[in-house]
């Protein structure tokens, strides 16, 4: 618009060059139509500057949307990588947690339970005597001895539960050393403890109890050979009948001192075939350990 009245003013300038020819009138029409001209020129340049504000408004109110924008997109992203910087963390904790908990499962901890030390003149489990006492009348050796058979049943039991299996005949109830064996098929307890004051019948019971406990030493590691066929106890235990038990050949005599002869005499075994019975118990022990450690649990 502007650039078309130029042209015109300029024409018209043209096309009347020698202004003195003109006359006053002319000059007085040429002086208003300038006038007119120009205030339109003006009116014009008005309203584009009006119009480039309005332009410059919109591309600031553009710009301050897009910052706004962005900051908001920042902050999201920024939100996104924390959540995404706590996941990672705990996806850390949890390989860590992970890893440990491998490590845990891999680690056997019956040996850590129960300490079987089959390799000195008498048998001890958990330092106590894996054996009758020497000295039969010494009634704190005879409690010390029943706590040992509770730690082998607190074992047995750990068997049943490691293997998922249960014994064919009795239930192991441990209690320390007033462990008990249940008789599943009449509901009667048998006692694994003594303090050495056998009455008439006393010394058979507690004899009993003991070998139907060996009994179940022979049935769990059956259990542990089922886990690895390649395997079986270290020395055969053996139970001709409810008084009488062997281990590698060597007879179980709960009562004698020591263990005995071996053969059911009471003379101290020690060194002789009846310490050696308990000793070799000690060592099927010390394998049902190893074997559930590793295969079982």
């Not at 047995?156 to 209690?175: D, Q, S, W």
């Not at 009948?241 to 050949?249: E, I, L, R, S």
């Amino acid at each position: 618009m502007f650039s078309k009245r130029s042209s015109r003013l300029s024409l018209d300038l043209q096309e009347s060059t020698d202004l003195t020819t003109l006359s006053e009138s002319e000059i007085d029409s040429l002086i208003t139509s300038l006038t007119t001209e120009s205030s339109s020129l003006s009116a014009s340049l008005k309203a584009s500057q009006q119009e480039l504000h309005n332009v410059e408004s919109l591309l600031l109110s553009a710009l301050e949307k897009r910052d706004e924008v962005a900051r908001s997109e920042s902050s999201a992203l920024h939100l996104r990588a924390n959540a995404l910087s706590t996941v990672l963390s705990k996806s850390t904790k949890f390989k860590d947690l992970l890893k440990r908990n491998q490590v845990l499962s891999s680690t056997p901890v019956l040996p850590s339970l129960i300490q079987i030390s089959p390799n000195k003149a008498y048998a001890r489990i958990n330092n106590l005597p894996f054996h009758p006492p020497l000295n039969s009348s010494n009634k704190e050796e005879w409690i010390n001895f029943s706590e040992a058979l509770g730690h082998a049943c607190l074992l047995l039991h750990i068997a049943t539960t490691t293997t998922g299996k249960t014994f064919n005949e009795l239930t192991v109830c441990p209690r320390g050393g007033h462990s008990r064996l249940l008789i599943k098929s009449n509901n009667t307890y048998h006692n694994l403890f003594t303090d050495g004051s056998f009455g008439l019948w006393g010394r058979g019971a507690f004899q009993r109890a003991v070998v139907q406990m060996v009994g179940l030493v022979g049935e769990a590691g059956r259990w542990c050979s089922d886990l690895d066929r390649t395997l079986s106890l270290p020395y055969a235990i053996e139970v001709t009948d409810d008084t009488h038990a062997f281990v590698d050949g060597k007879k179980i005599d709960a009562t004698a001192p020591g263990g005995g002869d071996g053969k059911g005499k009471g003379k101290k075994g020690g060194e002789g075939e009846g310490g050696n019975a308990w000793k070799y118990l000690a060592t099927d022990f010390v394998w049902i350990m190893a074997s559930l450690g590793k295969y079982g649990g």
